[in-house]
């Protein structure tokens, strides 16, 4: 008897067991919810077509935000069926997905995307949440995509188009983000910001594959707006663009550490890229910035930074602008890089410094600098000069059209200065004559093939003419 009560015993234990294990996992893995113009709220959501009976699609998004309020379960997807606009409210995000379950926010069937009016994200603690294929705006709010609370992990936006609105994303204390293949125009303010906040750090990012155009400012990392609250570190921007912007920088990158930036263009904006407010350890590589209204690049207080492999033409300003605002300015470097400064700017091709600020370690080689504007491809100004600010410049080829005696620049206590005194600071640095004006291009040819011309030309003649620097472009 008692055999066969150990057995019994055995037996539900072990139907236990799996019983439990079953329902977790069902649990676990979530339930997929449909939405679509000729659903119907009555219906239980999980079809994407009506089936008959109560079986069929929801009609709004006021029904997802309730059934998320009270019903929703961690890993639970909702779907908007693609070709429809759903406006009857904004979209909230209330739970979130686990590890291996993500919850999905995106569209299913063929056409455009669904067209909703905003998203917004303020729960704490969710994490693996994925956003994708949607069309956003336009909106009278200020965020259309807004997310911020306390210990949010993992969210992944990619494939979204948000345009007629205010602020683009605005993301907050986000540990891991993904932005990838997102686009906004037509918007009044940032399209893509990080931003500090009081919740805990945003870090771990990656902006990848976006585009702004007809903006008020493109990619902003960001303090809050009282600068009491940083954004965190590891942020990377890649193959990221930004067109006609009418607000302040194309590329604003004001506040966090180890940030890359790969790969980017800026044209047509009021400051191509700013770098300041105290930002550490910095990587420019293959940036783009033609045509800016003020700067092309703008270097406030910050330290640690590379700019190479770049090419910025066109600044109605200075074509690079340094000085060390709030803590000061240390440890820059660019190299490899071609500037240009056109004839109808104003200010210099390059200028260091302001009255009070700290500039420190100032290291620029292996660049091709031209000043169409006579007299002002280098410039210090203030307390500031090259020996007290560190400055090292070598192999740089200068262009100017104008001769080695004439004036090149200005440096506190000297006054104007030609390039033979500049050379006699920085003997490796050279003077060249410019390289003949390229041939009009055919009609239709778009303007920039004119500047991979003149660059590619100025690039061949400087890898002839100096085999250290053939060394370092490899």
Not at 207 to 227: M, W
Request: charged share 20%; glycine share 10%.
């Amino acid at each position: 008897m008692k055999k066969y009560l150990i057995v019994v015993i055995i037996c539900i234990i072990l139907a236990a067991t799996t019983l439990s294990t079953y329902f977790v996992f069902i649990t676990a893995e979530g339930t997929q919810y449909y939405v679509s113009n000729d659903g119907d709220d009555s219906w239980n959501g999980l079809y994407p077509e009506y089936q008959g009976g109560n079986d069929g699609p929801w009609a709004t998004i006021d029904k997802v935000n309730r059934f998320s309020r009270r019903r929703s379960q961690p890993g639970d997807d909702i779907y908007f069926r693609r070709g429809d606009s759903f406006r009857d409210d904004y979209l909230r995000i209330r739970y979130g997905g686990a590890f291996g379950n993500d919850m999905i926010i995106g569209a299913y069937g063929e056409g455009d995307k669904p067209n909703l009016e905003r998203i917004s994200c303020t729960n704490n603690n969710l994490e693996n949440v994925i956003i994708e294929n949607l069309d956003l705006g336009p909106t009278l709010a200020r965020n259309i995509f807004f997310i911020e609370g306390r210990n949010l992990k993992n969210f992944i936006i990619r494939n979204v188009d948000m345009h007629d609105c205010d602020v683009g994303i605005q993301l907050r204390a986000v540990d891991g983000y993904q932005i990838l293949n997102c686009h906004v125009w037509d918007g009044r303010d940032n399209a893509f910001t990080i931003y500090g906040s009081s919740e805990g750090d945003a870090k771990n990012g990656v902006i990848q594959d976006c585009t702004a155009t007809r903006v008020g400012e493109g990619f902003t990392l960001h303090a809050s707006d009282n600068t009491l609250y940083n954004i965190g570190s590891n942020h990377v921007l890649e193959n990221c663009i930004v067109t006609d912007a009418d607000g302040e920088d194309g590329f604003d990158l004001s506040s966090g550490s180890e940030i890359q930036m790969i790969n980017c263009e800026a044209h047509n904006v009021p400051r191509g890229l700013a770098i300041g407010h105290n930002v550490q350890h910095v990587t420019i590589d293959g940036y783009i910035g033609t045509n800016s209204e003020s700067f092309g690049i703008y270097v406030g207080g910050c330290s640690d930074v590379v700019i190479k492999n770049s090419i910025i033409t066109g600044s109605q300003r200075d074509t690079l602008r340094m000085y060390g605002s709030g803590n000061g300015l240390y440890d820059f470097e660019m190299h490899n890089c071609y500037l240009e400064h056109p004839s109808d700017a104003i200010r210099s091709l390059i200028r260091i410094g302001e009255p009070g600020t700290i500039e420190d370690n100032i290291y620029i080689h292996d660049n091709i600098l031209i000043s169409n504007r006579i007299g002002h491809c280098i410039q210090y100004l203030g307390d500031a000069t090259p020996q007290n600010t560190n400055s090292n410049f070598e192999y740089n080829k200068w262009w100017q059209y104008n001769g080695v005696t004439e004036p090149f620049g200005a440096i506190p206590g000297i006054g104007k200065i030609t390039f033979n005194d500049w050379q006699s600071l920085f003997p490796t640095d050279s003077f060249e004559e410019p390289p003949p004006e390229p041939e009009t291009p055919p009609p239709n040819t778009p303007g920039f093939e004119i500047l991979t011309f003149f660059v590619a030309l100025a690039m061949a003649f400087l890898i002839l003419t100096r085999k250290k620097f053939q060394q370092r472009i490899k």
